[in-house]
C-alpha cells in the first residue's frame, strides 16, 4: 500500500523530494513539478499544519509551515486550507493574514461552508443550520447521562458542535461509548457524526472536503492536485483525488502520519511524520519548482 516511505538519501540531498510510493503519486509529484503554475496545493489544518492539542484552543500552526507556505503559494495556481473549523478560527491559529508570499491564501472552513480569501480578508458564509443549535442545547444532558460531562471537551464551531474525548482517563473508551447516542442526537435534528482522532463532530450533511477539494480545483482550473491530511476526515479529500486521478488530472495523497487513522495512511502516495514533516514537504516542492 501507499503508507511505507521511500525518501533514501534525503538528509544527503536536502532539496531532493521524497518519492511516492506509488505510480500515481509519482506521476501526481512530476505533474506538478513540471507545471506547478497549473496546480493546486490543498491541506488540513489540525494534525497536518498544525500539531494536534488536547485543547483545541492552544492548536497553532507549526513554526515552520507558514513559511513554507509563503514560499510555495505564489509559485503555484493556488494553496487552499481545507478544515473542519470555522475559517476565520483558522486564519487565526494559522497566522495566515497579512503574510508576504500568501495574498492569494485561501481558507475553506467548516468543510467548504465557508470562505476566507486574502485577497479581501474577509469570510463568506450561509445561513447555520438550526439543528445545531438544537443539538448544542441537549448535548450536556446526553453527555451527562453517559457520565462523560466532566471528562470531555465541547467545542463549539459555530455550523457543528465537536465533542473531544482526549482529556478522559480513557479517551478510546470515552469516544466508544459517546458514538451511538452522539449519532442518534445528531440524526435527531437533521446532523451527521463525523468521527476523527478522539473527536466526534455533529455537523450538517452535505459538506466535506471532498466536494470542497473537487469544486475548488474545477473553479482554479487546476491540471494537477497535492491533498495533505492526518484524519477520517480527510478519506472524502482523499477519494476526491483518486476520482480527478480517473479524470485525467494527477494528484499526490500525503498522510501526515499517525497510527491513529491507519486508513488514511493506507490510501497515501506518501506517508510524513507531522506537521513538521508536512512544512519540510512543501518547503522543499517550492525550492523544486522555483526555476
Same mark, same amino acid.
Given at each position: ?13 536536502p ?5 511516492p ?13 513540471a ?5 493546486v496545493?490543498?491541506?488540513d489544518?489540525?494534525?497536518?499544519l ?16 507558514v513559511p ?5 503559494a ?6 487552499a ?6 475559517a476565520?478560527?483558522a486564519?487565526?491559529?494559522?497566522? +495566515? &493574514?497579512? $503574510?508576504?508570499? *500568501?495574498?492569494?491564501l485561501? #481558507?475553506? %472552513? ?9 485577497v ?11 439543528g ?5 442545547s ?15 471537551y ?29 449519532t442518534?442526537?445528531?440524526a435527531?435534528?437533521g ?22 477539494l473537487?469544486e475548488y480545483?474545477?473553479?482554479v ?11 477520517l476526515?480527510?478519506?472524502?479529500a +482523499? &477519494?476526491? $483525488?483518486?476520482? *480527478?486521478?480517473?479524470d485525467? #488530472?494527477? %494528484?499526490?495523497?500525503v ?17 510524513v ?13 517550492a525550492r523544486?519548482?522555483?526555476?
Amino acid at each position: 500500500m501507499g503508507s511505507h516511505r521511500t525518501d533514501d538519501h534525503r538528509d544527503d540531498h536536502p532539496d531532493d523530494l521524497p518519492t511516492p510510493s506509488t505510480a500515481a503519486g509519482r506521476d501526481g509529484l512530476a505533474a506538478i513539478v513540471a507545471r506547478p503554475g497549473r496546480s493546486v496545493i490543498a491541506v488540513d489544518f489540525d494534525g497536518t499544519l498544525a500539531p494536534i492539542v488536547a485543547d483545541p484552543e492552544q492548536a497553532r500552526a507549526h513554526p515552520d509551515a507558514v513559511p513554507a507556505l509563503a514560499a510555495l503559494a505564489p509559485r503555484v495556481a493556488s494553496v487552499a486550507v481545507i478544515t473542519g473549523r470555522p475559517a476565520g478560527v483558522a486564519v487565526r491559529h494559522g497566522g +495566515f &493574514a497579512g $503574510v508576504p508570499g *500568501l495574498e492569494h491564501l485561501v #481558507v475553506l %472552513g467548516h468543510y467548504g461552508a465557508e470562505r476566507w480569501d486574502a485577497v479581501s480578508g474577509t469570510v463568506r458564509a450561509p445561513a447555520p443550520h438550526p439543528g445545531v443549535a438544537a443539538v448544542r442545547s441537549e448535548l450536556p444532558g446526553v453527555l451527562h447521562e453517559a457520565g462523560l460531562w466532566h471528562d470531555t471537551y465541547v467545542e463549539e464551531k459555530g455550523r457543528a458542535v465537536a465533542v473531544h474525548t482526549r482529556r478522559a482517563a480513557d479517551p478510546q473508551g470515552a469516544f466508544e461509548t459517546l458514538r451511538a447516542p452522539l449519532t442518534a442526537l445528531a440524526a435527531r435534528h437533521g446532523l451527521v457524526v463525523e468521527p476523527g482522532r478522539m473527536v466526534l463532530e455533529l455537523r450538517p450533511p452535505g459538506v466535506d472536503k471532498g466536494v470542497a477539494l473537487s469544486e475548488y480545483v474545477r473553479e482554479v482550473g487546476a491540471e494537477s492536485v497535492l491533498y495533505a491530511g492526518d484524519d477520517l476526515g480527510d478519506l472524502p479529500a +482523499f &477519494a476526491a $483525488v483518486e476520482k *480527478l486521478r480517473l479524470d485525467g #488530472v494527477p %494528484g499526490v495523497l500525503v498522510c501526515s502520519g499517525s497510527a491513529e487513522v491507519p486508513e488514511l495512511a493506507d490510501r497515501a502516495d506518501l506517508v510524513v511524520d507531522g506537521p513538521g514533516e508536512v512544512a519540510s514537504l512543501l518547503a522543499h516542492l517550492a525550492r523544486n519548482i522555483a526555476h
